[in-house]
């Protein structure tokens, strides 16, 4: 059982070594008008494959996004939000 366990561990290793650091990207988030829009900005953004959280500011306009970097963009964020209605660009 221990050799088992022993070699399935060793089998996985290097996908532990090549996930990548996750990355945050801010977005400036345009036309959001009601406390409905930010619920829309974070469904969009959740559905982008590699992203592992989304928190969106109404008061600032802003999007803080968690991703991981093999998987997608901030291209492909700001993609995700301009296409559900919410033009934004990487807060600088």
């Known amino acids: 059982m221990r050799k088992s366990l022993a070699t399935l561990m060793i089998a996985f290793m290097p996908f532990a070594v090549s996930a990548a650091t996750p990355k945050t990207a801010v ?13 829309t900005v974070k469904k969009s953004l ?21 991703f991981d970097p093999d998987k997608t963009t901030a291209a492909a964020l700001i993609k995700a939000t301009t296409d559900a209605g919410y033009p934004s660009t990487e807060h600088k």
């Open 27 to 39: 977005l400036d988030v345009q036309n959001m008008t009601c406390s409905l829009c930010p619920v």
């Open 46 to 66: 959740e559905h982008v494959p590699g992203v592992s959280q989304a928190r969106v500011d109404f008061e600032k306009k802003t999007a803080t996004v968690r």
